[in-house]
């Protein structure tokens, strides 16, 4: 299973950016795909994410601004940040909870890309 990342670069703050993550190879289902973020100097933290029944969960810190969707396929995320702050930037990380056979489930990290909201 591989996660392709696309969509980062640099934006303004007030502005508009779109993360987007593909899910590849052999696939039973997904459980559950969202968005994580590293800041310099700081841990890991979620960001969005949605399960496989359509339920999301966000940041408080991101509420209100960025959503989270997925294709019809199932096997992408988007991520559309709208308003962002310079405090989002930092390396965005896909990351999928799959499960390649009707039994067990493993976690995949896509690479990141970094995202930088210029004030």
């Known amino acids: 299973v591989q996660l392709q990342a696309s969509g980062g670069g640099l934006v303004q703050a007030g502005g508009s950016l779109r993360l987007s993550c593909k899910a590849s190879g052999i696939i039973f289902s997904i459980v559950a795909m969202g968005w994580y973020r590293q800041a310099p100097g700081k841990q890991r933290e979620l960001v969005a994410t949605f399960t496989s029944d359509g339920t999301t969960d966000y940041a408080d810190s991101v509420k209100g601004r960025f959503t989270i969707s997925r294709d019809n396929a199932k096997t992408t995320a988007t991520l559309q940040m709208n308003s962002p702050k310079p405090e989002d930037t930092g390396v965005y990380y896909c990351?999928?909870?799959?499960?390649?056979?009707?039994?067990?489930?493993?976690?995949?990290w896509g690479q990141g890309t970094l995202v930088t909201v210029s004030s």
């Open positions: 990351n999928a909870a799959i499960k390649r056979t009707i039994w067990g489930r493993d976690d995949y």
